[in-house]
């Protein structure tokens, strides 16, 4: 068999193979034209998010989804933890939007179309798939990039894979530290405020009945 | 050039199969707030035969109100799981049919707690991302034993992989309860801080009345 069949079944093999993978459905939920919709992916930092969606419009005539609108915009938010906007940008109804998170924390994906109306309009369709850290990774590009062959790219993904869930595991630590510290601060602060209140009402009563004693002695009922 | 002999391309279509074979799931998880007296509802598509693997939990209600109602229908509307008020749960469907199938999370019981909740699905019967076949530049030799060899080491990164999917899988169930707790914490720091606050002042105005 010659070089050139044998590359020419390996290009078919692998579009089969991408074509078969296209298939997985992403979730998809409804949201009207002005509504906003906010989903919260709390990752460690120095990792890479990528969200694929698709919009569709309702279409009245027929009581479904047009299979593809090319007039509507998206606008995709992006959050990090501390509020600061990292991601601001209107794409078209059809794509991909990236973001890789630099602080640890809770990141807020915020997804609204671009309609200039002022009540909701019609319904819209959104599929949207989010992966984070390695699934974000597009092996076949790497793989041709470095030309691996297919044992060098599983132990690479199975690499990629274990990278990741340390960096998760550091990320819990720190919140754990976190959650230690308000869980103290919030121990020690009841239990002082027990012991200030207890004082306080201790003194007011003795100031109370040092008053009224003096009272009832100045009025010689005592 | 090396010449590539024909027993490569046998060996090709046999990994090739053999990956269609390793049909592990796809896994998806989403956190999501959805406001007081609102129902949020999300889409699946499945096939006849597919598993779908579900478990949610509530991370951050309010006062202390952390539960939620789910409902998941099937693509004709009927309504296979109904749950009234729960803090967590974890479900297992089989697709009895192709279709839509609903995934409905319901907070029109609380008048002003808003819910956060954290969802994850594996659909069993998908094909994993990892399964590309890529044949390499590199040509075996054509020796029975090297393919063995390379079968059994696929055979073991295989498991490895579905080994670290678990642990991915525990992970984020690990995290999404971490977060409940501490958002529990928090809100019990910010209301110890709050009524003490108020009751330093309730305090003093009584004093000073007296």
Redesign the interface.
């Known amino acids: ?1 010659s ?1 050139n069949k ?1 590359w020419k ?2 290009y078919f ?2 579009v089969l ?1 991408l074509l ?2 296209s ?8 949201i009207g034209e002005t509504e906003r ?6 990752i460690p930092d120095e990792t890479m998010v990528i969200g694929n969606y698709k919009v569709q419009l309702y279409d009245p005539r027929t009581g479904g989804f047009m299979p593809s609108s090319p007039g509507i915009g998206m606008h995709v938010e992006v959050k990090d933890p501390e509020e600061k906007t990292i991601l601001s940008r209107v794409y078209s109804s059809e794509g991909r939007f990236t973001f890789t998170s630099h602080t640890p924390g809770e990141h807020v994906i915020c997804l609204y179309s671009n309609s200039t109306k002022w009540f909701s309009g019609t319904q819209l369709r959104v599929h949207l ?2 992966q984070v850290g390695e ?1 974000a990774i597009d ?2 590009n790497v ?1 041709q990039k470095e ?9 690479r ?2 690499l990629d ?2 990278e ?2 340390t960096k ?2 550091n990320y ?1 630590r720190y ?2 530290e ?2 230690r510290q ?2 103290e ?2 121990n020690q ?2 239990l002082w ?1 027990s012991i200030t ?1 207890t004082c ?1 009402l201790l003194i ?1 009563g003795a100031w ?1 009945m040092k008053h009224l004693k003096s009272f009832f002695e100045a009025k010689k009922l005592v | 050039m090396e010449i590539v002999c024909c027993f490569s391309n046998k060996m090709f279509f046999f990994v090739f199969f053999l990956n269609l074979l390793y049909l592990v799931s796809m896994e998806k998880e989403m956190t999501v707030s959805i406001e007081p007296g609102r129902k949020e509802c999300f889409f699946q598509y499945l096939k006849t035969e597919q598993v779908l693997e579900l478990d949610y939990q509530v991370i951050d209600g309010g006062q202390g109100e952390i539960d939620i109602s789910f409902e998941l229908l099937s693509p004709v509307g009927r309504s296979l799981v109904a749950e009234y008020k729960k803090p967590d749960s974890s479900h297992r469907i089989a697709a009895e049919e192709d279709g839509d199938y609903q995934l409905c999370w319901d907070n029109t019981f609380s008048r002003f707690n808003s819910k956060t909740v954290f969802f994850e699905i594996a659909i069993d019967g998908e094909e994993d991302p990892w399964d590309l076949d890529i044949d390499g530049d590199v040509a075996p030799s054509p020796e029975d034993i090297y393919e063995t060899q390379i079968l059994n080491m696929q055979d073991t990164m295989q498991r490895v992989r579905l080994h670290l999917n678990k642990i991915r899988h525990l992970q984020d169930q690990q995290r999404a309860f971490e977060a409940r707790d501490r958002n529990i914490a928090e809100s019990n720091f910010t209301r110890v801080n709050v009524w003490s606050f108020f009751q330093i002042v309730v305090m003093g105005c009584v004093g000073f009345l007296q």
Request: glycine share 0%; proline share 0%; with cysteine.
């Open positions: 068999m070089i044998m079944l390996n093999s692998l193979l078969c993978l298939r997985t459905y992403a979730l998809y939920f409804h919709k906010c989903f919260i992916e709390e798939d989010i699934h092996y076949a793989a030309k691996l062959t297919e044992l060098q790219l599983r132990v993904q199975l894979q274990v990741q869930i998760e595991q819990q919140r754990e976190r959650f308000t869980s601060s919030t602060r009841v405020w209140q306080i007011m109370q």
